[in-house]
């Protein structure tokens, strides 16, 4: 097993970094779901630039391979959207093409892009560059560790302490508390916390995200101590960014 596989395995398959291909050569989308889902990502797919763009704004991934010629919205202009929008201004971006010259490859980098690679391609550069990328943009989803506070989350052993106390915390409380220390602060909808911990295929009530945040706080916090899951009423649950902050 690759080291990168170790250290995105030691997350959990929820966890995983998201990556969204939006390649209309089948074969090829094919082959590069297979060889990122052997790293330990989980893929998506998209074949047409305007379906690309719902899921962009539905729910946007760790990180995008893009090509560059898709039909409804070329993967140029799908660029430039997410460099405008605030929410997906920083998402790490890899444009593919078979247009090699050098001012195209000027002009894909200029819209946005944070890499450029020319068809046909060694697979194994190109997991090279989305470890790589992955590693600059989101280093938190690649850390064994995660810290706020007194709270220490420790991936490789699945362990959880506060303070000088362990936590013991269900498989699904554990994934809950990991999604949301990855991103302090902000707010997810229950629908979003459905996706991201359960997974797409999870056939369960957005209830169910409620009984489970309950069973997180009471697990989190004794007596006086600080609750460090913010509920945002009408919207859903954030980790709050102030925890262990004076």
């Known amino acids: 097993m690759s080291q990168a596989r170790k250290e995105i395995g030691r997350q959990g398959g929820a966890s995983a970094p998201r990556i969204l291909i939006v390649e209309d050569e089948a074969d090829l989308s094919l082959l590069l779901g297979y060889n990122l889902e052997a790293e330990g990502y989980v893929v998506e797919n998209a074949e047409r630039g305007d379906e690309a763009e719902l899921r962009l704004a539905e729910n946007a ?5 893009l090509d560059w010629m898709l039909p409804g919205v070329s993967g140029l202009e799908i660029c430039r959207r997410l460099r405008a929008r ?5 998402l790490p971006v890899i444009m593919v093409t078979a247009r090699g010259e050098e001012t195209e490859r000027v002009r894909g980098l200029s819209v946005g892009a944070d890499d450029y690679v020319v068809k046909p391609f060694s697979v194994p550069e190109l ?13 938190e ?11 220490d989350l420790d991936r490789e052993t699945r362990r959880v302490r506060r303070g ?3 936590i013991h915390l269900g498989p699904t409380e554990f994934r809950l508390l990991e999604y949301l220390l990855e991103k302090p602060g902000r707010v997810f909808s229950r629908a979003q916390l459905l996706d991201g911990v359960w997974g797409q295929a999870a056939e369960i009530d957005e209830r169910t995200v409620d009984v489970h945040v309950g069973r997180l706080r009471k697990a989190l916090s004794r007596g006086r101590e600080r609750d460090p899951i913010r509920t945002v009423r009408g919207t859903g649950y954030a980790f709050d960014e102030t925890f262990g902050k004076p």
């Open 86 to 90: 605030e929410s997906t201004r920083t």
């Open 164 to 166: 000088a106390r362990d």
């Open 61 to 65: 991934p760790d990180l995008v391979i």
């Open 141 to 151: 989803r690649i850390a064994e560790r995660l810290y706020a506070g007194d709270l």
């Open 127 to 139: 997991m090279a560059r989305v470890r790589a990328l992955l590693r600059r943009s989101r280093p």
